[in-house]
């Protein structure tokens, strides 16, 4: 991190980049687990019925595929079965089945809106915003993002935290996995000056791996292993990211309720789109989509 270790050789004529790139490490364990192997001591953190639930859903997506497949069957049944109409056939198997799961989790969807949707974390977004209790990190990987935007999506978010008043509960790492060196000298010069903006010298983290091992992935094992003792939640966001301070606080009062809930998800929805796709990806997400829950 050579732009940050200039920086701080002349501390004296700028206090704001005196503070340290990174806090004092705070490991966590993160073992490698295997999919083949069941894990020793799981939370019961899944809902009632569950595994009626995934039967139900594998047996209606092997109905609805079954059913077509035979179908397209008989459209080739005039003579014996080609090679070229094999490959097709099977290549229609696997496609419907995607479309036929896709179509049993939305009619089941369905049908639990129908029921009055069951929503189990409590979050009530019309409703005072909850007080937390623990400390949160907010983790951005990057890997050759444009450094201005990035910083200007953070300090967004920084600034919509403060209006909550609940910005002592949050830490921002930016984790750049970037193999530009262009990139990441720019991404420590606007990291430094996004310091200076907010103020911020002792919530706002920066952090450059030379190596990307594991990509995205390795990226947040990465702090984990260094850092995760700290905070008792972590917010994963894109670089392309953006959540207002009110959705946040209200994930991590859900998260701080129910303590067997590993993950929240979030609905996302894409803003300020400018290609014809995402101008009608952004439509649909909107008009379709259950933002009100």
């Known amino acids: 991190m050579?732009?940050?270790?200039?920086?701080q050789a002349g501390a004296a004529a700028n206090p704001a980049v005196s503070a340290p790139a990174l806090p004092e490490e705070a490991p966590l364990?993160?073992?490698?687990?295997?999919?083949?192997?069941?894990?020793?001591?799981?939370?019961?953190?899944?809902?009632?019925?569950?595994?009626?639930?995934?039967?139900?859903?594998?047996l209606a997506t092997s109905a609805l595929t079954a059913f077509a497949a035979y179908e397209m069957y008989l459209v080739f049944q005039g003579g014996s079965?080609?090679?070229?109409?094999?490959?097709i056939l099977v290549l229609y198997v696997l496609l419907f089945a995607w479309i036929a799961f896709s179509f049993a989790t939305a009619f089941a969807g369905f049908l639990a809106l129908l029921r009055g949707g069951a929503d189990r974390l409590?979050?009530?977004?019309?409703?005072?915003?909850?007080?937390?209790?623990?400390?949160?990190?907010?983790?951005?990987?990057?890997?050759?993002?444009?450094?201005p935007h990035v910083m200007a999506r953070i300090e967004a978010i920084y600034g919509s935290l403060a209006e909550c008043g609940a910005l002592e509960h949050f830490d921002f790492f930016i984790l750049s996995d970037s193999t530009s060196p262009e990139t990441w000298l720019a991404e420590e010069m606007h990291f430094v000056a996004l310091r200076e903006r907010t103020g911020g010298q002792s919530r706002i983290f920066y952090r450059h791996r030379a190596i990307n091992e594991g990509r995205k992935s390795g990226n947040i094992?990465?702090?984990?292993?260094?850092?995760?003792?700290?905070?008792?939640?972590?917010?994963?966001?894109?670089?392309?990211?953006?959540?207002?301070?009110?959705?946040?606080?209200?994930?991590?009062?859900?998260?701080?309720?129910?303590?067997?809930?590993?993950?929240?998800?979030?609905?996302?929805?894409?803003?300020?789109?400018?290609?014809?796709?995402?101008?009608?990806?952004?439509?649909?997400?909107?008009v379709y989509a259950s933002t009100g829950r």
């Open 122 to 147: 409590g979050i009530d977004q019309s409703g005072p915003l909850p007080n937390l209790s623990t400390r949160i990190a907010l983790l951005v990987p990057t890997y050759n993002e444009s450094p």
């Open 29 to 58: 364990a993160m073992p490698v687990q295997s999919l083949w192997r069941k894990p020793h001591a799981a939370p019961p953190n899944s809902p009632r019925g569950v595994a009626a639930r995934r039967a139900s859903l594998f």
């Open 221 to 286: 094992a990465d702090w984990v292993r260094r850092f995760g003792a700290r905070n008792e939640h972590m917010i994963i966001l894109d670089a392309d990211s953006l959540m207002t301070g009110d959705t946040i606080v209200r994930l991590v009062a859900a998260m701080e309720r129910h303590p067997g809930a590993g993950l929240i998800q979030t609905l996302p929805v894409i803003v300020h789109g400018n290609t014809l796709f995402a101008r009608v990806q952004q439509f649909a997400g909107r």
């Open 81 to 87: 079965l080609t090679a070229l109409e094999a490959v």
């Open 2 to 7: 050579d732009g940050i270790a200039r920086g």
